[in-house]
């Protein structure tokens, strides 16, 4: 016997139907987004191992996994004077044979668990990072542990990573984007630790030995100057654990820092490096930023959002959408412990150059007047609507965490960061739209010269360098 509830259920939805086609969709304007739901995150948890070594726990038991993330508090930026790129050089080694296992040995013992380890070093910190499923977390830790405190450093190992980061290296110089971000660096930062790339240079690279090695970590991997993220499917109870792996490491004290804020860019220059032939060019403008503690942070996101942090940032809209000079335009803050970047990039066809330039100065000049309600409000709400999707895995979520304590930042800075967001005016972004001075500036140009000098010269941006690629890279490196 058939129920007459469904074909009661087909009728209904077939005079649902017929009502909403008879309804014709309002197409006047755009439909408004819902208002940010407020970000309910797990609270961290303050823990601390037998030898101090703080540990930073957070319960996210979606997933019977779990990242664990070694922090220690000493990146780049702490690379003695002529041994640029010692902590990059230090941490991609840690994985290359550590606890008495060689290279494909403990790379075997890790894939055995279902595991990922990864090393790394920016300009602020160097990091080891486990992700695992819960179930191999004690023996996962006990490999982590090799890698972090036991690296072997062996010589081999060293000459291969040599040869890589040489060879990287000698490839930059082939690609203008990396060409233009050396000289970026170089012509914003000078002689500041900052203005000599992190991956190391050849000179410094070729005269690293595992010697350096073993004394940067010595000197930096400690505990004093070191703490733990763990997130995932794990409790308070899962302390223990993290005892026995990391609980016997020697208790030391952070070494001192000796990084100053680097001095800010005064007047404009454009710097132009010629690159023959080329089809675009590499146009990057820029001066020193403010560092990630900086109490302007979220006015000067919104701020970048509205600039060319974007799709529909002004200057996306200017040089894509209205005049077809590039795929695209943006900017960004490179946000450090001291100080930092703001950059203006995009990658523009040769025989527009000029033109493509005068429109990013002008839209950095644009940026300090008043912005409409209308913008105000779609890059507030950019802004505050994306900011739930930074927290989706394990792995983001050790991120932030580990970002809060790096930076010192307050224990409700992610909970308050969308009211925060929404609450920024239009008179705060003309504030600190400073940060983003075009008149104290660098203006950075890789193309053609041949072809793009003359309009540049005519433009007068201000005091015109002229350089060549080995000026910027040096000599390419002999690789072995």
Not at 6 to 34: K, V
Not at 311 to 320: A, I, M
Request: proline share 8%.
């Amino acid at each position: 016997m058939k129920s007459a509830a469904a074909p009661l259920a087909l009728a209904l939805c077939g005079l649902a139907a017929a009502a909403l086609a008879q309804t014709p969709a309002d197409r006047s304007h755009p439909p408004s987004p819902e208002p940010p739901r407020p970000l309910r995150l797990p609270p961290v948890q303050r823990l601390a191992l037998s030898n101090g070594l703080p540990v930073a726990l957070v319960e996210r038991h979606q997933l019977p996994t779990v990242e664990v993330r070694l922090i220690v508090k000493s990146g780049a930026t702490a690379d003695p004077i002529g041994r640029t790129g010692l902590a990059a050089a230090t941490a991609d080694m840690l994985d290359e044979g550590a606890g008495g296992k060689d290279a494909l040995s403990l790379a075997d013992a890790i894939d055995f668990l279902g595991a990922d380890v990864r090393t790394s070093a920016t300009w602020d910190y160097s990091s080891v990072a486990l992700a695992v499923p819960v179930a191999r977390l004690e023996p996962a830790l006990t490999l982590m542990a090799d890698v972090a405190l036991r690296p072997d450093f062996p010589p081999a190992e060293m000459e291969r990573v040599r040869k890589r980061a040489l060879t990287a290296l000698l490839e930059a110089r082939a690609v203008p984007g990396q060409v233009a971000a050396f000289a970026f660096t170089q012509a914003v930062f000078g002689q500041h630790r900052y203005g000599f790339p992190s991956s190391g240079t050849t000179p410094s690279l070729s005269a690293l030995r595992t010697e350096d090695l073993r004394a940067f970590h010595t000197q930096h991997y400690r505990p004093g100057n070191a703490f733990l993220v763990v997130v995932g499917d794990v409790t308070p109870a899962t302390l223990p654990l993290l005892e026995k792996a990391f609980g016997g490491w020697p208790k030391g004290d952070a070494p001192a820092s000796r990084l100053t804020v680097p001095p800010q860019v005064k007047g404009r220059r454009l710097v132009l490096i010629d690159k023959p032939g080329a089809a675009q060019s590499v146009l990057r403008i820029g001066r020193v930023g403010p560092g990630r503690s900086t109490p302007d942070y979220l006015a000067l996101e919104v701020m970048n959002t509205l600039l060319g942090g974007s799709f529909t940032s002004r200057l996306n809209d200017n040089l894509r959408e209205q005049h077809g000079y590039a795929y695209g335009a943006g900017s960004s803050f490179g946000y450090r412990l001291v100080g930092g970047a703001f950059q203006a990039a995009a990658d523009v066809q040769t025989q527009s150059t000029s033109e493509a330039l005068g429109e990013m100065l002008k839209e950095l000049e644009r940026i300090t007047t008043p912005a409409t309600p209308v913008e105000v409000d779609r890059a507030r709400n950019y802004l505050s609507l994306s900011f739930a999707e930074e927290f989706e895995t394990n792995t983001q979520v050790a991120g932030k965490v580990a970002d809060q304590i790096l930076y010192a930042l307050p224990d409700d800075f992610y909970a308050t960061f969308v009211p925060k967001a929404l609450a920024v005016s239009a008179a705060d972004i003309a504030r600190v739209a400073a940060a983003a001075d075009p008149a104290n500036a660098v203006v950075v140009v890789v193309g053609d010269r041949k072809t793009i000098e003359p309009k540049l010269r005519a433009m007068n941006v201000g005091e015109l360098q002229i350089r060549t690629v080995d000026d910027v890279l040096g000599r390419p490196p002999k690789v072995p």
